[in-house]
Structure formats: structure tokens, C-alpha cells
């Protein structure tokens, strides 16, 4: 079970910090990828943590202004957003599986979402 935290309503320029925990103690045997829905639009990847080394890969978009990382002795996955634009406003979605993909179908390990919205 993954359960999000974090999301809020901000301006422009400001930051927010995503979290996501696990329940299980096999949480480090998942990759872990923050995706994100926006109305009328596609699920889609903004971050992803793999298992192993803990790779990162990032949507072209959020590239140096988001960061992911995990903590696996706590079982959580952390999403730092700086520089929030408009365009970031969206459900944000932590999602497990044991290989990291860009595709949303790939993945059947969800948490409910976190509502990000930011205000111009």
C-alpha cells in the first residue's frame, strides 16, 4: 500500500515536498515513480527512483527543479519540487514495480494522490 502526503495549493515560484510510504518490508525491491495527472490529460512520469543504486530519471520538463529520493530504511519516496510553475498543477501519484518504466499501464501499485495546485 502507498499513501501520499504533502500536496497543497501554492504560488508560483514556491516549493513543495511530496511524500509517499510504503507499507511492506519489501519496499527496497521496488523501483518508485512519481507520476502525475492533469484534467483532461495522461497519467504521466515526472520521476522514478530505481531499486537498485538508486538511478534517477526525470520528465524533460521537471529537470532541475524536481528531485526524487528514498529513504528505504523508512520505506518512503520523497519528491522536493522548487520552482513551481502553473503547468506543474496536477494529481500526483507515487507508483511501485520492480523495474522502473516511463509507461503508467506497466505499473498495478498506486497510492491515491495528492492534489498540487499553483496559483500564477
Known amino acids: 500500500q502507498l499513501v501520499e502526503s504533502g500536496g497543497g495549493l501554492v504560488q508560483a515560484g514556491d516549493s513543495l515536498r511530496l511524500s509517499c510510504a510504503a507499507s511492506?518490508?519489501?519496499?527496497?525491491?521496488?523501483?518508485m515513480g512519481w507520476f502525475r495527472q492533469a484534467p483532461g490529460k495522461g497519467r504521466e512520469l515526472v520521476a522514478g527512483?530505481?531499486?537498485?543504486?538508486?538511478?534517477?530519471s526525470y520528465a524533460d520538463s521537471v529537470k532541475g527543479r524536481f528531485t526524487i529520493s528514498r529513504d528505504n530504511s523508512k520505506n518512503t519516496v520523497s519528491l522536493q519540487m522548487n520552482m513551481l510553475k502553473p503547468e506543474d498543477t496536477a494529481v500526483y501519484y507515487c507508483?511501485?514495480?520492480?523495474?522502473?518504466?516511463?509507461?503508467?499501464?506497466?505499473?498495478?501499485?498506486w497510492g491515491q494522490g495528492t492534489q498540487v495546485t499553483v496559483s500564477s
Open positions: 507508483a511501485a514495480r520492480a523495474t522502473l518504466s516511463w509507461n503508467p499501464n506497466d505499473y498495478d501499485i
Open positions: 511492506g518490508r519489501t519496499f527496497s525491491m521496488y523501483s
Open positions: 527512483i530505481s531499486r537498485s543504486f538508486g538511478g534517477t
